[in-house]
């Protein structure tokens, strides 16, 4: 599939290059940062689940027909061991001026470490009610 | 916190116990499951973000006043490696004669091995449009 040199670096790295891939609707790029397993997922907000590569695929690219998707990922909480990596964001999207503003974007993003480095496994991302909140969901972080 | 006996057992175990906690409106059972870690999350279909022990708990508690909820999980996808398991299921819920039929619920749970043994790192869950389907997105496995 894509021609563009294979993604490198840590999880932070291969984070910004997916949401960097999105603005610029570069699809390659895009695919070249999951791991090569056809159990890898995808839910975009409010649409069914996609499974495996073709499926995830063929979503993004009617998406990016529309253009780039820019996004900053804010609020990031982690959960991570040697081989995983899970994030947990606030997708902060910039908006058309007939967008929405009631609504944000949870996403659930996933990484494991394979032979060639830190790869998505799933990226599940759906729409909360709401302004971003200014954490006021979150309990104080005690260590 | 819970008084009651600390799970062991595979992640299908972990799972099945999760599932059931909730069907019996077991508090104590179902935090039990989770890992011992402040930044574990919690996402209920299209509420905000819960982030820790404490945020997640008072809002199941505020569930459960309404009694259990009874969910099966079907059509799971798996990526595993040593450390952490990715389920992503559709949550088959059983209903009450007034809800709706034309929506159904997508959860990511995430498993990692702690000391303890395997607890959930993460819940996602959303809602997505129509009956759960069969299996129409997924690419067939080739492996």
Known sequence: MGKTRK????????????YDALSHADLDSLMNLWADDEEIVCVHPGAPRLVGHAAIRAAWEAIFERGGIH???VQTHAVHNMLTVI???IEEVQRGPNEPTDVHILATNVYVKTPHGWRMALHHASIAPGAIPDE????PVLH
Chains 1, 2 share one sequence.
């Open 7 to 18: 993604p490198t670096g840590t999880v932070e790295e291969i984070e910004a290059a997916f």
């Open 71 to 73: 996004i900053r990922p």
């Open 87 to 89: 994030h947990h964001v």
């Open 136 to 139: 006021p969901f979150h309990t």
